[in-house]
């Protein structure tokens, strides 16, 4: 069973920046699609940034600019990089992959004044 671990999550004033990490248990190739989702509370889970897709790595608009989805192969890690974080960032951060049916348990992400 393939397993994600997330971690980087934290509280943070906005503007500020956190590095989410994404571990998994198998060995990725340039061929696995990377996604982070986040859902915020009494909201529906939103795809944040994918890599591996065809015409490189995007975004959603609300992130686009201001965050950046990254994956180191060779240690078999995927990455989101959010700088300039806004009071609706705040949510739980999720990394998965689809093609290997796995998803991590999520790390939250606060960001208040």
């Known amino acids: 069973q393939v397993q994600l671990v997330e971690s980087g999550g934290g509280l943070v004033q906005p503007g500020g920046s956190l590095r989410l990490s994404c571990a998994t248990s198998?060995?990725?190739?340039?061929?696995?699609?990377g996604i982070w989702y986040r859902q915020a509370p009494g909201k529906e889970r939103e795809l944040v940034a994918q890599i591996g897709v065809y015409g490189g790595p995007n975004y959603a608009d609300s992130v686009k600019g201001r965050f950046t989805i990254s994956r180191d192969i060779a240690k078999n890690m995927l990455y989101l990089q959010m700088n300039n974080l806004r009071l609706d960032d705040t949510a739980v951060y999720y990394c998965?992959?689809?093609?290997?049916?796995?998803w991590g348990q999520g790390t939250q992400v606060t960001v208040s004044s």
């Open positions: 998965n992959l689809p093609q290997a049916a796995a």
């Open positions: 198998i060995k990725m190739s340039s061929r696995y699609i």
